[in-house]
């Protein structure tokens, strides 16, 4: 069966240059967990300075109605930040990383190798934590932790990205104890062939069904590359609603892949999704529209 | 048989900030003969003072290769757009109005019944024109002629767009000799049942097959549409490379649909579309590195 995280409400909002109100991102969420998702990134406990657009991540913790066995997620880039996603109940948080050293000064201002060791005591904190959420199993591992490895296909900067240097960034985040490492095409340039490659150069270190994987859709070629993604035993996704987002680091990336076109994949290739179409709709349709009066 | 009109080069490219270089277009036509479209729209006669992205028009109609069997259309605004259509041999031209008042004169300057007063004289032109292009039969009939009707569905001012009103404006081109109808939802928020709402009320005076549906991806709902559209009978479709465009006319307006998805989508339903991916994606990646470049 498929799995969907919901990431507009963090990677989609992030990136989109308006800011959304507080109380119509909770509004969004509280849509989004009608849908039938297994998880939603719900925003990023990230100092406002560098992103504004998700400066009030504990306020919007506080305020959504969580639905029993969602997972409700949030993007931690420090030590600072785990206290805060503790502190607002997370389910389960989210560390980034890239295969691209250009693409990690860039956006990280560190190396890759300073962005692990930034990860380590955060990781180790994470599951040190009792879980607090209502969306996990209480198996008293910890809080989970999701490692985003961006440009596992390409970089702006850099071009093609080897999929051994993907494989080095995996195996040190697996040996830090991530739960879940999530393969991020940010530019949205893998073809089908991309992601063949991707996989075949996890061999023996991770199989498909470990990861999650994370497209952009700038060229059109998401939905190729989810459904090569699922041939080769891919099961997890993630997709934002309406296709929200961009990545301001990234010049011309478009948003990721819409959950609507994610979901109508599998429909089509008669999976099972459990989402609902109808209200992913609702939950587009109102973010649109809040976004379009706050551009006004 | 499903067929495609590209429409990256015109709509995509029109729709875009950055202006791409005469050379880099010419190439995108070039790249893009070689997909198996049935046609390409390439460009627009329109003053370079409302449209610098395409004041290039005449140029790349003389430049580009022309592949025997693609028709290469063109947007033609007025009478002076259609002198300089015909100067460059195009196979066919497009004409436009709304089915929206406001949207009409936010985009046009003027209203729809003006809009169409000011077609009628260029609709008789061009069907007393010899055809002098390569890509379409020699009937006698003329320049063949496409008429846009956008907000089909919706309206960025006026909200949703009864399929009455498309239907009045509909019979009105047709009275003028238009050779095609293409229905935009300019905005990209139709739901497949909008889109089936919409042939329901064109009954009568056109089936679904005479018609070319255009969809924009902005809510990620145009797989969805197309694939709905398609059950209904519509056999032909716009699209862009890549997903190319967006609207200034239309906030919060995305792009075209992606070819790419089109294609993919009519793929996996198992329709003949004799369209190449690969080569679609190469030209994709042509513009959309070009387009980088040009905006650095």
Redesign the interface.
């Known amino acids: 069966m498929l799995r969907i995280t919901e990431v507009g409400p963090r990677d989609g909002l992030q990136n989109e240059k308006t800011i959304i109100p507080t109380e119509d991102k909770v509004r969004f969420v509280d849509l989004l967990s009608e849908c039938g998702f297994a998880e939603i990134e719900v925003s990023s406990f990230v100092s406002p300075k560098w992103v504004p657009q998700l400066g009030d991540a504990a306020e919007v913790f506080a305020r959504i109605k969580r639905r029993p066995g969602v997972i409700y997620s949030a993007l931690v880039p420090n030590e600072k930040g785990l206290e805060g996603a503790i502190a607002a109940k997370v389910d389960k948080i989210a560390v980034f990383t890239a295969a691209s050293e250009t693409f990690s000064l860039k956006n990280t201002n560190a190396t890759i190798a300073q962005t692990l060791e930034r990860f380590a005591p955060v990781i180790r904190k994470a599951k040190s934590q009792a879980s607090s959420g209502d969306g996990i199993d209480k198996t008293g591992a910890g809080l989970p932790v999701r490692a985003y490895i961006s440009c596992a296909v390409a970089c702006p900067y850099e071009g093609p990205i080897a999929p051994e240097r993907v494989r080095d960034v995996a195996a040190r985040l697996i040996d830090l104890g991530v739960d879940e490492i999530d393969l991020g095409d940010t530019i949205g ?1 893998a ?1 089908p062939d991309d992601v063949e490659r991707l996989y075949d150069g996890l061999k023996g270190l991770l199989v498909p069904a470990q990861t999650t994987l994370h497209l952009h ?5 998401a ?2 590359c989810a ?1 090569r993604a699922w041939r080769l035993g891919v099961r997890s996704f993630d997709s934002s ?3 929200l987002g961009g990545c301001p680091y990234a ?2 990336a ?2 990721n892949v ?4 994610i979901v ?2 599998f429909e ?2 008669g999976e099972r999704t459990d989402a609902d ?1 109808s209200r992913i ?1 609702q939950a ?2 109102f973010i ?1 529209e809040r ?2 009066v706050a ?2």
């Open positions: 340039v073809t859709d700038t060229r059109g070629r939905l190729a459904e609603c309406a296709g010049p011309g478009k948003g819409a959950t609507e076109a109508g994949l089509r290739l179409q709709a587009s349709d649109i976004r379009t551009n006004s």
